[in-house]
């Protein structure tokens, strides 16, 4: 039997780009007996488990890029377990074996986690998309020092540019449907 299993592209998963979906595929690999141990930076392209024995966990998954040590010691004194951090989300668990339990207080408190989601995705949107632009309008207008090389370089960029844009473009569609149902 594998002892280990890594899994590529986790976060991109189908409906995983979802905060709660995300949770949610965590605790069902948990419940299956794969428990992941830390989280890092590159954790969304691959993210390693370990077999281990079947458990309920909760995950939670919060965007804060820059914690400091009030944040990590308030969910710790609340019984949470920091896994790591994923670009600007913070992961943590809590092992439960009846009622699930439940890192945001209010509707409120998950309403702002889910808006900063948004904004951080946003965000990305506008820079790859700006970006795609300025690699398409350079490429197009071929400028007298750039050899053929160069522009067709700056179409593939610029051309990759645009499908990442366009892929987060559906994330923020795909994050309101999701955030209009709650």
Do not use: H
Not at 33 to 60: A, C, H, N
Not at 107 to 121: D, F, Y
Not at 153 to 179: D, E, N, P
């Amino acid at each position: 039997m594998m002892k280990t299993r890594s899994v590529y592209f986790s976060a991109f998963r189908k409906g995983n780009i979802i905060p709660a979906n995300f949770e949610t595929w965590l605790e069902d690999m948990a419940l299956q007996g794969w428990k992941v141990e830390k989280i890092s930076q590159w954790s969304s392209l691959k993210m390693d488990f370990i077999r281990s024995t079947p458990k309920k966990y909760r995950f939670v998954y919060d965007v804060n890029s820059f914690p400091n040590e009030e944040y990590k010691s308030l969910y710790e004194q609340f019984g949470w377990e920091y896994v790591g951090q994923m670009a600007s989300a913070n992961i943590w668990r809590q092992e439960y074996s009846n009622k699930r339990p439940e890192s945001f207080s209010d509707m409120e408190s998950m309403e702002k986690r889910n808006k900063r989601v948004l904004m951080a995705v946003k965000l990305n949107f506008v820079l790859f998309l700006v970006a795609a632009i300025a690699f398409l309008i350079t490429a197009s207008i071929k400028p007298s020092s750039m050899t053929y090389s160069d522009i067709v370089q700056f179409f593939i960029a610029g051309g990759l540019m645009l499908i990442i844009a366009v892929y987060l473009g559906s994330v923020i569609y795909q994050i309101r449907k999701a955030y209009t149902k709650q």
